[in-house]
């Protein structure tokens, strides 16, 4: 099985960091709560700057689900003003630990989709970074501009249409409890789409938050989850080639989909 090339550790990150020409750092802790910026201002990485998930990342939500794609012209003022540059590598960290919640893997993916090719996550998110005793600050660095140009379509991008196409393989990221309807926090529904498959996030990592390696699946296979954040993971590990960015969220929008709860 070959090395996952998405994922870089604390020991390579942390030589990087303290070479002549570190990387950008983008912190991207994020939750439902939205006090991803509280975690930022309490210690971060040096010289990370914090992106906003929401704000800088995604576009509003709608009827395009909670977590939809970004303009693009928005989303490279938003790099631009996080100093990102074309050329130079990017790597992105969220909280870490056995309970991923994507927003890592969907900032990869998003800079992925925006033709950005050199980024990678910290494996095992801050949490990891802590544990291993490396520095961390709650100084606040100055981002210089950044040049970077977005160029939409670097990743495979799924659409209601895809997600219910029986032919395909579709994956459903969240708790077992949510997919299978027995309970919905978030979305007005509860349920899955008929015919995806249960991959809960959680299994994409080891008990220290650390990403597990994946087989290739040989063939596309789409991954969703409530909005498009945690079933980036699926993607970033390997088990999923595309992600229907609308997700569950955006399913629901049209009362005429169809609905499944249960097990598959």
């Excluded at 990342?57 to 012209?73: K, Q």
């Excluded at 130079?88 to 909280?95: L, S, T």
């Excluded at 926090?185 to 220290?208: K, L, Q």
Aim: aromatic content about 6%; overall charge negative.
């Amino acid at each position: 099985m070959t090395a996952n090339r998405a994922i870089l550790n604390v020991a390579a990150l942390a030589e990087l960091v303290r070479s002549a020409q570190p990387p950008t750092l983008l912190d991207v802790r994020w939750t439902l709560a939205k006090d991803g910026r509280a975690a930022y201002t309490a210690g971060h990485l040096p010289g990370a700057v914090f992106a906003d998930l929401d704000e800088d990342l995604c576009g509003p939500p709608g009827a395009g689900g909670r977590h939809p794609l970004p303009d693009p012209a928005a989303l490279e003022d938003a790099l631009r003003r996080l100093g990102v540059r074309a050329g130079h590598p990017v790597v992105v960290y969220d909280a870490g630990g056995a309970n991923p919640t994507g927003a890592a893997a969907r900032a990869w993916w998003t800079l992925r989709w925006a033709g950005i090719e050199n980024v990678r996550v910290l494996d095992g998110g801050y949490q990891a970074w802590v544990e291993s005793g490396q520095k961390v600050t709650t100084d606040v660095p100055d981002a210089d501009e950044g040049d970077i140009t977005v160029k939409p379509g670097g990743m495979p991008v799924w659409t209601e249409v895809e997600a219910s196409d029986p032919r395909n393989t579709l994956l459903d990221a969240r708790i077992p409890a949510r997919y299978r309807g027995e309970i919905e926090p978030v979305d007005a529904r509860a349920g899955h789409i008929p015919g995806a498959r249960n991959r809960p996030a959680a299994e994409t990592v080891d008990e220290h938050g650390l990403l597990r390696p994946a087989e290739a699946p040989g063939h596309e296979v789409g991954a969703y989850c409530g909005s498009g954040v945690t079933a980036a993971q699926l993607v970033l590990q390997g088990a999923a080639t595309a992600l229907y960015v609308g997700s569950w969220s955006h399913w629901i929008t049209d009362p005429s989909r169809p609905i499944a709860t249960g097990e598959a």
